[in-house]
């Protein structure tokens, strides 16, 4: 078995996925084993979501987007849904002098007018306290779903044309892309899900139409970095032909697709 720093001497440095986009899966598995509460599960959670960050911030990967709460998470037992929220404002608030000492940017991306006030408030806060940081992004998608923004994205594009200022034939992918939550930011190169399902979720279904799929049993609580290193490495041996042939990609080295 290699140890992290084997690993990480396995991973080469110049092709590191600059978008990383993960689903956080496994949290109430990982307490209902130890006869805990999910909210258990959720708190330890938070651990490893402090450890993906400085990961991906020392392997200068540029994107980490989180999926921490979907537009679906909402129908939890409200007892749920109460402590993800109380935790994810505790977690921000507690994480952010580290994340500026490490120069990380926080972007919130989903409805974020339906988070509670006070963990809103503390979210808010840490979006404009690290809004100058220039090292990683990291996307917290927060009442986030795929068909919700692409929804938003139609209503928006829609009124455009009904009041005359856009014309359909102009619509094009590029104008779609810039009115998802995600504008401006590359599509992800790897998408890492934990927890054993196979599935997408609602999550990034635009963006993620050529992004590498990593599929792991292990419960998000139990992600170590030695985990998410052999996600990065089993990336690296992939070949992404974006539609083309294995030959015309040969020669390339660029592991984003713009
Ligand atoms: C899915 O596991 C996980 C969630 C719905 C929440 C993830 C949130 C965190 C890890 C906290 C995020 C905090 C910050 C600061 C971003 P599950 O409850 O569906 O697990 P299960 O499938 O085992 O029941």
Redesign the pocket.
Known sequence: MDTLEQKISQIDKNRVPVHVAM??????????KRGLG?SE??????A??HRVTQFSSDLGIKYLT?????TE?WN?PQT?VDT?MY??GW??ER?LPELLRNNVRIHLLGDIERIPEEPRKRLFYARDATAACTGLNLN?C?SYSSRWEITEAARRLASRVAEGSLSPSDIDEKMISDNLTTAGIPDPDLLIRT?G?ERISNYLLWQIAYSELYFTDV???DFTNEEYADAIIDFQKRERRFGKTSEQVTNTTTTSQI
């Open positions: 689903i956080m899966d496994g949290n109430g598995r990982w307490a209902k999910r599960g959720h708190s330890e959670g938070v490893t979501v989180l999926y921490a709460f979907s998470n939890r749920e993800l935790l994810i977690a921000i994480e917290m927060l927890g399902e419960l998000w609580p």
